[in-house]
């Protein structure tokens, strides 16, 4: 099963939450037009390494299960571009989706 949902972050901007129900797991992961993040299932090593051409803005939470847990949840790591951008590991997902607007 599939949920998207609205996940307002404030100032009349709202991102995009996606949950996907594997079996004995959930794909969690929050989109803006520029960035996103994600549950534990990210591979932020392939996407700074294999995909760097692309400067993917994106950032990596591991252990949540519900996507306000995803929001509130300190991340884990996060790409280069993202760094760039401010957003460093430790940051809540709320705050990196906020520098992601």
Same mark, same amino acid.
């Given at each position: 099963?599939? =949920?998207?949902?609205?996940? &307002?972050?404030?100032?009349?901007?709202?991102?995009?939450?996606?949950? @996907?129900?594997? &079996?004995?797991?959930?794909?969690?992961?929050?989109?803006? +037009? =520029?960035?996103? #993040?994600?549950? /534990?299932?990210? %591979?932020? /090593?392939? *996407? !700074? %390494? $294999?995909?760097? +051409? $692309?400067? #993917?803005?994106?950032? =990596?939470? @591991? /252990?949540?299960?519900?996507?306000?847990?995803?929001?509130?949840? &300190?991340?884990?790591?996060?790409?280069?571009?993202?760094?760039?951008? /401010? #957003?460093?590991?430790?940051? !809540?997902?709320? %705050?990196? *989706?906020? *520098?992601? #607007?």
């Amino acid at each position: 099963m599939m =949920r998207m949902v609205p996940v &307002p972050l404030g100032e009349g901007v709202t991102a995009l939450g996606v949950e @996907v129900k594997l &079996p004995k797991t959930t794909l969690l992961a929050i989109s803006t +037009d =520029r960035g996103y #993040i994600m549950c /534990g299932a990210l %591979d932020v /090593g392939l *996407l !700074n %390494d $294999r995909l760097k +051409d $692309r400067e #993917i803005i994106a950032g =990596r939470a @591991v /252990g949540v299960k519900t996507l306000e847990e995803l929001l509130a949840a &300190p991340l884990e790591s996060v790409t280069t571009t993202a760094e760039a951008l /401010g #957003i460093t590991v430790g940051m !809540n997902g709320t %705050d990196a *989706l906020r *520098l992601m #607007i």
